[in-house]
T-cell receptor, first 112, second 113 residues
């Protein structure tokens, strides 16, 4: 049973560019949440998707957007990248209203 | 807004020493509490969780945590640590729903063999 997978593993972009990160949830899970983990910090909630809609959102600007596909996989898009967007981006999947989230290995984004 | 504080950023212990990592949260309502662990090179894994009932919860690998509502705390403990416990530990809280987590900044535990 595959767990949560994310791609790519690492990514280097320059300021002003756009990036798309991908996540495949654990088999059977229908809800995907995205987190940003800056160096030395804990994960911060970006948003959550269920039934292809954004259900909840953290304190992140509109430059951060997402999408969920019918197969429950998800994308995180970040426009107009800033140096401060450099971080590990984590995807977590769960069943809606479940008490447990399963995390993927993350995508390390470096903005130069 | 909810927040989670982990007071110890870096802890160094020798094997067989006892461990206690502090976690405090700020939220006046009902909360669910979690400890996650991230071993070197691995992704976040659930260590234990508290929803209701007995405030002393036991997790994997001999870890336990105690919820003290009056102190807004959920400290993680282990009587005797092993070198393999070297990892980063995160306390997390959610409220009102199950899927939006607030994480602390983490505590890096280094166990010397």
């Amino acid at each position: 049973d595959a767990g949560v997978t994310q791609s790519p593993t690492h990514l280097i972009k320059t300021r002003g560019q756009q990036v798309t990160l991908r996540c495949s949830p654990k088999s059977g899970h229908d809800t995907v949440s995205w987190y940003q983990q800056a160096l030395g910090q804990g994960p911060q909630f970006i948003f959550q998707y269920y039934e292809e809609e954004e259900r909840q959102r953290g304190n992140f600007p509109d430059r951060f957007s997402g999408h969920q596909f019918p197969n429950y996989s998800s994308e995180l898009n970040v426009n107009a990248l800033l140096l401060g967007d450099s971080a590990l981006y984590l995807c977590a999947s769960s069943l809606l209203r479940s008490d447990t989230q399963y995390f993927g290995p993350g995508t390390r984004l470096t903005v130069l | 807004a909810q927040s989670v504080s982990q007071h110890n950023h870096h802890v160094i212990l020798s094997e067989a020493a006892s461990l206690e990592l502090g976690c405090n949260y700020s939220y006046g309502g009902t909360v669910n509490l979690f400890w996650y662990v991230q071993y070197p090179g691995q992704h976040l894994q659930l260590l234990l969780k508290y929803f209701s009932g007995d405030p002393l919860v036991k997790g994997i690998k001999g870890f336990e945590a105690e919820f003290i509502k009056s102190k807004f705390s959920f400290n993680l403990r282990k009587p005797s640590v092993q070198w393999s416990d070297t990892a980063e530990y995160f306390c997390a809280v959610n409220a009102n729903n199950f899927n939006k987590f607030y994480f602390g900044s983490g505590t890096k535990l280094n166990v010397k063999p």
